[in-house]
């Protein structure tokens, strides 16, 4: 959202701003393209300083010392490596967050490009300014106050590369990732009163401009179509339910297309089910799986993925008003499948359920995975420190995770299984939408694969890792825009002609 950060490309030859920012390995050897840019003295003052501060150079770990005398900048800022021979991709990423957690608002800085083993090439420079971006977004939209307002004045860096072209042009490619990034962690921190399911699909839409065809589902058009499932979540609220379909049309038109379906409960009170009153403001959140689904069909949009790519995002708000679903109502999914109410608070199932069905019925992608903060049992087993993945295809699994491990966004595979399903029969439908505690993330992924046919299909349920973020050094922000990266990752990997 707020544009905290200018970057500029420039050759390696020199520097001009005011901060000089340097990786270091744990040898603490400057990399010899810096010496020209940082001054002589500066190796004998880094070596001085680290001795006295017991800086080792560890990843991540900066320093930031006053410049040298007669140097050209004013502050010299080391960001540690670690151990030169073993950084990857990710590190790449984590350095930047690592750089921008370092640089002050309204100031200058030059960041050169190299490592003690040498300059670093075009891709790992993208990373490095992907990880520059996410780390300095701040949601403040919301803050009056102009001690704020300074905290987040603009800072303007200039990456200095041995491969100017080649790093603008990699550039493009990570400018369009963060994108999308942001506009997930925007969705996902608008409070509930703002965000609510039309204001949604209209955030939606906005990607037009971006190419991507859009088509918007009101009540309606739902009822028509026969989604009784998710019309009936929404039906306590005084707002209008949504549906909305993003296409992105980025290869051949006869090419299959890939689907992305993400839960959008706008504001989850738990309906009927009412849940207790603390924390519950968190529930602005219940949304994040539609916001990243938005996020990654503008990263595909904007950087031209050579792809076919469907997002389909089911819009509602949960409410207990005197027209609310009740514990004990029958619903008819748009499966012709019949659903007991139990729970009015297991109500992402019952949205997914409809768009899920719609979704491979209309489109017969080559795979379908969706994203939803569906369950509090997925934190019980994993914390937030992998997504939940549920699926019926070893292939899927084995991507997602390799995806997951690339980006930082982790997956752990969960179980489905027959023993499983029974739990959710009912005594008076065809299934029930919550079978009680033990095993509440499986359970609820055995719900929705009964409205999924033989579609490859993937569940993540991101109740942990999409919202209340943990600080981390590409991300301060309460949702954090997860999956955007996972999920573009896996397109680039392994689905672009
Ligand atoms: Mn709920
Ligand atoms: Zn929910």
């Known amino acids: 959202m707020s544009q905290r950060l200018k970057l500029e490309v420039k050759a390696l030859n020199a520097a001009e701003g005011q901060d000089l920012v340097i990786l270091v390995s744990d040898r603490l050897a400057l990399p010899s393209a810096a010496e020209n840019a940082a ?16 800086y080792k150079g560890k990843a991540y770990a900066g320093l930031t010392l006053p410049a040298p005398e007669a140097a050209s900048y004013e502050r010299l800022i080391v960001v540690g490596i670690g151990d030169a021979d073993k950084i990857d991709e990710l590190d790449f990423v984590k350095l930047g967050g690592a750089i921008a957690g370092r640089l002050g608002a309204g100031r200058t800085a030059d960041i050169i490009l190299a490592l003690p083993t040498g300059p670093i090439a075009a891709e790992h ?20 106050k102009s001690k704020d307002k300074d905290e987040a004045g603009p800072i303007a860096v200039t990456l200095r590369s041995d491969d100017p072209a080649g790093l603008k042009k990699a550039l493009k490619a ?18 509930p009163n703002v965000l609510y399911p039309e204001e949604f699909a209209d955030r939606a839409a906005k990607l037009k401009k971006l190419d991507v065809e859009i088509e918007i589902l009101d009540e309606k058009d739902l009822k028509k179509i026969g989604m009784r499932a998710l019309l009936g979540v929404g039906q306590g609220s005084r707002r209008e339910s949504r ?10 038109k006869d090419e299959q297309p890939v689907a992305f379906v993400g839960k959008g409960v706008t504001f989850d009170t738990g309906g009927i089910s009412l849940k207790p009153g603390a924390g519950m403001e968190d529930m602005k959140g219940d949304m994040a799986g539609a916001a990243c689904v938005v996020g990654l069909m503008h990263a595909l949009a904007a950087r031209k993925a050579k792809v076919n790519a469907i997002g389909v995002i089911g819009l509602v708000e949960n409410m207990p008003d005197g027209n609310a679903q009740r514990p ?12 007991e109410i139990i729970n009015t608070d297991a109500e992402g199932r019952l949205v997914l359920a409809d768009v899920l069905w719609y979704t491979q019925e209309r489109f017969k992608p080559r795979f379908m995975i969706n994203l939803a903060t569906l369950t509090g049992a997925i934190l019980v087993a994993l914390a937030q420190e992998n997504a939940g993945l549920f699926t019926n295809s070893d292939e899927l699994a084995h991507r997602l995770t390799a995806a997951g491990l690339a980006t930082g966004e982790t997956v752990w595979r969960m179980p489905l299984g027959k ?13 029930k939408n919550s079978a009680g505690r ?22 993540l349920d991101i109740a942990g890792t999409g ?21 573009d990752r896996l397109v680039a990997d392994h689905y672009e002609s």
Request: hydrophobic letters at 45%; glycine letters at 10%.
């Open 243 to 252: 549906v909305a379909i993003m296409r992105w049309n980025g290869a051949g």
């Open 39 to 54: 001054g002589r003295s500066a190796q004998a003052l880094l070596a001085r300083a680290a001795a006295a501060e017991r």
């Open 419 to 431: 023993a499983y399903d029974k739990m959710i029969d009912s005594k008076f439908a065809d299934m």
């Open 328 to 339: 004990g109502d029958i619903v008819t999914s748009l499966s012709g499948q019949t659903i």
């Open 125 to 144: 420079g993208a990373e490095l300014a992907l990880g520059l971006k996410l780390r300095s977004y701040a949601f403040d939209r919301y803050k009056t």
């Open 467 to 487: 919202m209340g973020a943990k600080d981390s050094e590409i991300n301060r922000s309460w949702g954090p825009g997860w999956g955007v990266r996972l999920l």
């Open 174 to 191: 990570a400018d369009a990732v963060a994108a999308g990034v942001v506009l997930a962690r925007d969705l996902v921190n608008e409070p």
């Open 438 to 459: 033990y095993a509440g993330s499986i359970t609820a992924a055995q719900f929705l694969q009964r409205h999924v046919n033989d579609t490859p299909w993937a569940h």
